[in-house]
């Protein structure tokens, strides 16, 4: 069975941090790009972060660069966002994804580029 399972959100203020898990299980994770993104409500879904099947490159949405760091644990079968700085914007259900393409492609800011999703984590940040 195929599983991604987030985990770390919650209520926070603004300025405030959150570390944000993920956990892969009945899928190959280690050879995969990984994504998150997220959703408020009435809006489309966002690209926030994107770590390459090694770790050893990122890519972030222009909203969140320089507050959020995506990273991989593939020992874990784990991804993280790390976000700190909340503002009340980023207030919304995160999603992490695993991408479709093994060792990645070219595309990775489109929730289409992505085959497996979890079932997302709801951050809240409070003026």
């Known amino acids: 069975q195929v599983q991604l399972v987030e985990s770390g959100g919650g209520l926070v203020q603004a300025g405030g941090s959150l570390r944000l898990s993920c956990a892969a299980s009945?899928?190959?994770?280690?050879?995969?790009?990984m994504g998150w993104f997220r959703q408020a409500p009435g809006k489309e879904r966002e690209f926030v972060a994107f770590?390459?099947?090694?770790?050893?490159?990122?890519v972030y949405g222009d909203s969140v660069k320089g507050r959020f760091t995506i990273s991989r644990d593939n020992a874990k079968n784990s991804v993280y966002l790390q976000i700190d700085s909340l503002k009340p914007e980023d207030t919304a259900v995160y999603y992490c994804?695993?991408?479709?393409?093994?060792?990645?492609?070219?595309?990775?800011?489109?929730?289409?580029?992505?085959?497996?999703w979890g079932q997302g984590t709801q951050v809240t940040v409070s003026s």
């Open positions: 994804a695993r991408h479709k393409v093994r060792y990645g492609s070219n595309w990775y800011r489109s929730s289409t580029d992505y085959a497996y």
């Open positions: 009945g899928l190959t994770f280690s050879s995969y790009p």
């Open positions: 770590i390459n099947w090694n770790g050893g490159s990122t």
